[in-house]
């Protein structure tokens, strides 16, 4: 999915942090900590959103938090159902940016592509690679020389690893302890709506 809007302007339209400009969304310059929804101004003849379009919205939401496509979504719902969360967590960009080994999840999606990372010593370079319980991903040799992943591993230190992930931040390496729990992931997106927008 290519996001050719605004991302802090997208943010704001799904009155959700999705994490597309890297640092900026975890300080005090990310719009939408600067203009917090209370503050915005309020038409009272707004008609309140019906059970679709919280659905629909709730769908949305997540299509931007993961950069996919509505196609891509569909397939991984079809797929996993409940388990909808583990799936898309376990996701070779998503948790190359929880790791911590790029500034966004777009930032860790390109690195990907560019074949910058190894998985069990093997170059893999597709982002929706789903990843398994104890497999080892690593920033390549020759990629650990750039000034890039220099500044990665500055801001590394700054960010919450979760507890599914064991990071080493000296090697720039990641290892998928377990599987993630579905109360660890996205607590900000509501499971019912999406099942409920794909069950109609």
Known sequence: M????????????????????????????CSLERKKPQQRRTFSRRRKSSIYGQQLKEKQRLRCM???SEKELKKYYQMAGKG??????????????????????????????????????LKVDIPSYIVKEGDKIE???????????????????????????????????ARVKRFPLSEEANRDISLPLIIGYYSR
């Open 2 to 29: 290519r996001i050719r809007e605004s991302k802090c302007k997208l943010c704001r339209q799904l009155n959700t942090k999705l994490f597309l400009k890297g640092e900026r969304c975890y300080t005090e310059k």
């Open 66 to 68: 993961y950069g996919l």
């Open 84 to 121: 909808l969360f583990q799936l898309l967590e376990r996701r070779l960009d998503r948790v190359v940016y929880l790791s911590s080994l790029g500034f966004s999840l777009p930032h860790a999606r390109q690195l990907v592509i560019h074949g910058h990372f190894l998985i069990n010593g």
């Open 139 to 173: 920033v390549r040799k020759e990629s650990k020389k750039l000034s890039i992943m220099k500044q990665i591993l500055e801001i590394s230190e700054k960010r919450v690893t979760p507890e599914w992930l064991e990071v080493n931040r000296e090697s720039l390496s």
